[in-house]
């Protein structure tokens, strides 16, 4: 990739956005539809939650594979492979019979779709100089993809069922293939002869992840990945069960979260490259933590000024700061990715990168599981409370590392 032209490089960075929006439609396109889901298959929150764990787990999983397969094939491949995969996946899961095969559906459009992200990432290191903005205009297809999913995936599902829903993806996902195909050259492998089993070592693995400029980090993505997930999988469910929105109304709301995150991801990833990784990170999640705390306890905030005399404050203004914030708080993956690359050498990039993405993408998947057990046992209101708090711990142990690493 050394040496091409800056239209080209932007060709490349378009069209890793448009495969990252592919990947991450089919996997949005689920949670808007999870109540028709549960009725239609006779499931519980527990259950749904754990096929979407299934799902973000396997996508985590794949990740470290990803890269080592990258550094033997090239990335386009790879890339290619993942789109590919999903758009196939994303049709077989509509047409499962009974919910063990839709488990199973899950699992691999997730291994598929972890595919793409951290190739897509280490190819646009080989080609951007200020990587936070590049992956933060990457990043970006998973916000454009929040703002389609939700509303397309829900108007087709109440219309329609939960399954034309889900098959939603592949109108997306076959054109974005043929375009990657036809406007990305083949990229050379950088480690086209090595034998698997020595990328496999798991010493080496565990000196890299131990480091640590990566295990303080890798402990706070893991959290903050916790805290996506949960309110990605089931913010609409929330707003539908705890808030009494309609659904129409909740996609909505979904949606407009998305448009923040869009904004939010580029906005972070500029200003990680000017400001320093670890400000954009804790000020991404202290401002999820708020958030989510602020749907939480809504009515509160809308009493608040009544009860000192106060105009009362419209609802509307409420929910919308509250939506926001969390989705400011689900953007730091824009600031902490380069952060990660800026700790790695360039021949660590592929595999090791991958490596992160696979360890805290895998244990943040049980944010999915994690918030419908809790909301299954004692509510909404406390599920998503547990989930603000875990970001305020978060932003805390960000804090509390980029001040101890100023005194070093």
């Given at each position: ?5 800056w ?6 960075l ?8 592919v ?10 539809v ?23 787990f396997?996508?985590?999983?794949s990740?470290f ?30 047409v ?15 291994l598929?779709?972890?595919l ?92 890299l992840v ?43 709301v ?76 689900s953007?730091?993956?824009?600031a ?12 660590e ?14 244990l ?8 419908g ?31 101890a690493?100023?005194?070093?």
């Amino acid at each position: 990739m050394v040496g091409v032209n800056w239209d080209y490089r932007h060709t490349v960075l378009t069209l890793c956005m448009l495969a990252f929006f592919v990947t991450y439609f089919a996997r949005l396109a689920i949670s808007p539809v999870v109540p028709l889901i549960i009725d239609d298959l006779g499931v519980s929150n527990t259950a749904i939650g754990v096929a979407l764990s299934g799902m973000w787990f396997a996508y985590g999983l794949s990740q470290f594979p990803s890269g080592i397969l990258a550094d033997r094939y090239g990335e386009r491949r790879i890339i290619l492979v993942a789109v590919g995969g999903t758009t196939a996946m994303s049709l077989v899961l509509a047409v499962v019979p009974v919910f063990p095969a839709f488990v199973l559906a899950a699992v691999l459009l997730g291994l598929a779709a972890g595919l793409h992200y951290a190739v897509a990432t280490t190819l646009l290191s080989r080609t951007f100089d200020d990587l936070g903005t590049a992956v933060g205009l990457h990043s970006m297809g998973g916000p454009l993809a929040g703002l389609v999913a939700p509303v397309a995936a829900a108007w087709v599902g109440v219309r329609y069922g939960w399954r034309p829903g889900v098959a939603l993806a592949a109108l997306v996902g076959v054109p974005i293939f043929v375009l990657f195909a036809r406007g990305v050259r083949p990229t050379e492998p950088r480690r086209p002869d090595q034998p698997m089993a020595e990328r496999l070592q798991l010493g080496p693995l565990l000196e890299l992840v131990g480091r640590r400029e990566i295990l303080v980090p890798l402990a706070v993505a893991t959290l903050g990945t916790y805290v996506a997930q949960g309110v990605i999988s089931f913010l609409p469910t929330f707003l539908v069960e705890f808030r009494g929105y309609t659904p129409a109304f909740a996609g909505g709301v979904f949606s407009a979260f998305f448009v923040v995150r869009a904004g939010a991801q580029v906005g972070l990833g500029r200003l990680s490259d000017r400001a320093g990784r670890d400000a954009s990170i804790a000020a991404a999640l202290l401002g999820g933590a708020l958030g989510l705390a602020g749907l939480v306890a809504l009515p509160d905030l809308v009493r608040l000024p009544a009860a000192v005399g106060l105009p009362a404050l419209p609802t509307v203004a409420g929910l919308g700061g509250a939506v926001f914030l969390a989705a400011l708080g689900s953007s730091f993956f824009s600031a902490i990715d380069p952060r990660f690359m800026d700790a790695l050498d360039d021949a660590e990039r592929g595999a090791g990168f991958g490596l992160i993405r696979t360890v805290y993408t895998v244990l943040g998947s049980a944010g999915s599981v994690g918030v419908g057990l809790v909301a299954d046992l004692f509510g909404w209101g406390a599920s998503f409370a547990v989930i603000a708090g875990m970001a305020g711990v978060a932003f805390l142990v960000t804090a509390v590392n980029a001040i101890a690493g100023e005194r070093r």
